[in-house]
């Protein structure tokens, strides 16, 4: 069921504003609709209230206007939230650029600039702990209900929620032999994606399954039934989770998106390469997905001696047995002179002095040339 939209406030913009925002939103959710709305009512209310003389588009200046705008947006009480802010001048940027092509009064694209939007809230990454993951994860698979098992799929997916709630009864696929993956629907960034998956995930969709009433429609249908609508689903998986945190005596307030914080830094730990996690997760770019990663000391170092047991930048040393003298050949010469530089580098590295480090370099350099022109050398055929 649609929630009652809330009329657009009377006023002479009105019927200028509502076009733009339908012309923004075109290809997008309800949700996002809903937001442009929101916008152009709080806009058109504060213009209604403050400046009641402004009847035409191009009565609206910057100043006034908009930085009066922009000043009642920070002074709300309670305080909005900075991307809640961030959000309203983006949408009356962009319906002001609309506007500015279709009635022909460029002025109006100038109103608003990039930097009028409030820069985000750095979000730290908000993995559970290995200890109330533990917890939540226990008493999930001890209640074994519909609601549960969603949210042990999520725990072991990374997908939104929003995603999860939208999965199709078949969207478990095989790809080869004990191979499966989920297809994740078009979601939040208009994208799709396959997560693989292992026997323990396929167990949750069977069950999932399973528990479907049978008044579920049998065609076009949805792996999470919802008889009372999309929304009403998602509270209740958020309902399901806050009740298990209370169960296992968690103080702290957790919402299912940690799930996938808690996912993208398990598989980052697993050895999962930073590409493929950004994959997984349905991101665009890498700073998002740098934004749900924790990355701790520990992980520093794991990844750091890693690197020094496997030093790709340097060449691989030449072993030489102390019991015998190399033979005077082409191919011993080589070797000491792979060994020379690999020694040579070593010891640079632990050199403090910066000129010593210079003259060290220097002499690295020569014996790569030095070692270039040895191995273009034919030895003398017998």
């Known amino acids: ?115 009028d939007v409030p820069r985000k809230e750095h979000h730290l990454p908000r993995p559970l702990t290995p200890e109330q993951d533990h917890l939540i994860q226990l008493e999930l698979l001890r209640r074994n209900d519909l609601l549960s098992n969603a949210l042990l799929v999520l725990r072991h997916t990374g997908m939104r929620i929003g995603e999860c709630v939208d999965l199709s009864v078949d969207c478990l696929r095989p790809l080869g032999p004990n191979q499966w993956a989920i297809h994740v629907p078009l979601g939040k960034l208009k994208t799709e994606r396959w997560i693989p998956v292992d026997s323990m995930v396929c167990q949750l969709i069977e069950r999932i399954r399973s528990l479907r009433p049978p008044t579920a429609p049998k065609t076009g249908r949805l792996l ?57 997760l349905g991101h665009k770019s890498p700073d998002m997905t740098l934004e749900y990663l924790q990355i701790t000391q520990q992980d520093l170092q794991r990844e750091f001696h890693l690197a020094l047991s496997h030093p790709r930048h340097l060449t691989p040393s030449r072993t030489i047995s102390s019991g015998s003298l ?10 000491s002179l792979t060994a020379a530089q690999h020694v040579l580098e070593m010891y640079r590295r632990s050199v403090a002095d910066h000129f010593m480090r210079r003259l060290l370099h220097r002499l690295a350099n020569r014996i ?13 055929q017998k």
């Open 1 to 115: 069921m649609k929630r009652k939209r809330i009329p657009l406030p009377t006023h002479p913009l009105t019927k200028f504003f509502r076009p733009a925002a339908e012309s923004v939103t075109t290809s997008l959710g309800d949700a996002s609709i809903t937001s442009y709305r929101g916008t152009v009512r709080h806009f058109l209310t504060y213009l209604g209230a403050q400046h009641p003389e402004v009847h035409s588009l191009d009565q609206l200046r910057r100043d006034p206007h908009i930085l009066g705008w922009l000043a009642f947006l920070r002074s709300h009480n309670p305080p909005l939230a900075t991307i809640t802010r961030a959000n309203r001048v983006i949408y009356l940027r962009c319906m002001l650029e609309e506007l500015a092509w279709t009635q022909q009064l460029p002025a109006l694209a100038h109103l608003l600039g990039r930097d």
């Open 224 to 280: 999470l039934f919802r008889p009372r609508g999309r929304r009403r689903l998602v509270l209740r998986i958020r309902a399901a989770l806050q009740d298990v945190v209370a169960t296992v005596g968690i103080p702290a307030r957790i919402v299912p998106h940690q799930f996938r914080h808690t996912y993208g830094t398990e598989m980052l730990r697993a050895g999962v390469g930073f590409a493929a996690v950004m994959k997984l």
């Open 326 to 335: 190399p033979r005077a050949d082409l191919s011993s010469l080589i070797d």
């Open 368 to 380: 790569v040339k030095i070692l270039a022109e040895t191995k273009k050398l034919n030895p003398p």
